[in-house]
């Protein structure tokens, strides 16, 4: 058998659950489904627990062996500290510590460092740290919030279909490649009453792609999205003197259309959000005495 691991990192969010640990000097990563707690309770622990028998497969140890490391979770929907005790109680670890993802994704993708962030994935957060204190705003899903998220973009993309449908607004390429997609307006009704956020935001393609041929509704749906992030970042003390990086699949389209002075400061982020979650782990780890 492999050796144990000192530590469990789980990187859980709306579309995937990355759980990893790292044995004799070399990372193991398996991946599941979906591990929003508060969209799907019974599916995220699921997705959870299924990850540990992939991982103790992958290293050749006992499930059973893996409940006993500390483990690390950043999941997405925990809105609380009762959330958080309540997926506690629902796994099998003898001791864990379980944040919200933004807090993985914050550190991975600044090594931990002064900055901000903005994840636009299926979900949408905005992040700003200064002097190593974290504030974030959004990440409170699809029927509150997400603003400039995939979901949101495809959402966008719908609604305009429709009002051009009623001469509300001009036809453009976008509009007339939505319509051929679902036939009528009929049919996106129907779609949208049975699409999940990563339905809507699989439609985020189309915008993007009708973007860089100057499209003028998707610009509009693209804009409108960066002037979100940006006065978001900006009322959390935002200033052109800290770096802005990104995660998050359709993220990186919406720099070019935020303000200048943001534009002049994107990076690419240092590291993933699983990094952050063993940063995290680690530092959790050598500062408590979990097994106590």
Known sequence: MTTI??????DGGGSRCRVACEVNGARVVVETG???VSTD??????SITQGLVLLASEINQPVETLYSVPAYLGLAGVTSEEK???VAAALPFATCKIEEDRMPALNGALDGQDGALMHCGTGSFQA???DGSARFAGGWGAVLGDEASSQWVGRKALSATLAAQEGLLANSALTDAVLAKFGNAASIIAFAGRADAADFGALAPMVTQAAETADPIAHEIMQGGADIIADALRQMGWQSHLPLTYTGGIASHFATYLPQDMQNVVTAPKGSPLDGAFALAQSWVSNTDPQG
């Open 5 to 10: 691991p000192q530590v469990i990192a789980i």
């Open 34 to 36: 979906s591990s929003n």
């Open 41 to 46: 309770f019974a599916e995220a622990v699921d």
């Open 84 to 86: 958080a005790q309540e």
């Open 128 to 130: 700003v740290q200064i």
